[in-house]
């Protein structure tokens, strides 16, 4: 049983084009992280948000979170191939990572 | 410098064989967590030691899984009489400290494991 759900579950865009992730969890948090998976590197941890914060930024990720609604979403801009790959929402429920899951983000050239 | 290894990358295992999967975290880590990733899925949390002590393993999905960290540093998931259900890939992350703080889980390549 998993704490979130991503949606879209796939997500197909042009190379320079905005990509937009959402994730709604089940319970109160501490933060949420966002993560990517791809076949080269595993799973890599891209921003953490805590439940504190509205808005965060690195680089060309913007993370949101509404605590109200039980959601966050994960804004790509200025899309690159090397953006492919699968990514997930968690959230820490003890020290256990908690994960979505995923989008599958598809960057075409 | 080294990030979280593990090891065989890939393993095929015939129903009711017994193996074993090898997870060598980042020097230092203090805590030492196992995730297992069906095909489409997002990882789950299996087990979570910290150094040698197994402080949670509500994740372990029965008796046949077993997992232990002897020593504080490497870490074996050892699955007796492997069903085809086990067919996943298995996760092993690492953090620098435990308990009542935040620290980033870095996460190893995985083990796919496929029981035929």
């Known amino acids: 049983s998993q704490q979130g759900e991503e949606d879209p579950q796939a997500l197909s865009i042009q190379e320079g084009e905005n990509a937009t992730m959402n994730c709604s969890y089940k319970?109160?948090?501490?933060?949420l992280q966002w993560y990517r998976q791809n076949s080269g590197r595993g799973l890599v941890h891209l921003i953490l948000?805590?439940?504190?914060?509205r808005e965060k930024h690195s680089g060309r990720l913007r993370v949101t979170l509404d605590t109200s609604k039980k959601s966050s979403s994960l804004l790509i801009t200025a899309s690159r191939a090397a953006d492919t790959a699968s990514y997930f929402c968690?959230?820490?429920?003890?020290?256990?990572?908690?994960f979505g899951a995923g989008t599958i983000l598809r960057v075409k050239s | 410098g080294a990030g979280v290894s593990q090891s065989p990358r890939y393993k095929v295992a015939k129903r009711g064989q017994d193996v074993a999967l090898r997870c060598d975290p980042i020097?230092?880590?203090?805590?030492l967590f196992w995730y297992q990733q069906a095909l489409g899925q997002g990882p789950e949390f299996l087990t979570y030691?910290?150094?040698?002590?197994?402080?949670?393993k509500s994740g372990l999905p029965s008796d046949r899984f077993f997992a232990e960290r002897p020593e504080g540093s490497v870490s074996t998931l050892k699955i007796q009489r492997t069903q085809q259900e086990d067919s996943a890939v298995y996760l092993c992350?690492?953090?620098?400290?435990?308990?009542?703080?935040?620290?980033?889980?870095?996460f190893g390549p995985g083990t796919r494991l496929t029981v035929l």
């Open positions: 992350a690492s953090s620098l400290v435990g308990l009542g703080s935040y620290n980033e889980q870095f």
């Open positions: 020097s230092g880590h203090v805590s």
């Open positions: 030691f910290q150094n040698e002590a197994q402080l949670d």
């Open positions: 948000i805590r439940s504190n914060e």
């Open positions: 319970t109160s948090i501490n933060n």
């Open positions: 968690a959230t820490d429920y003890g020290n256990k990572l908690v």
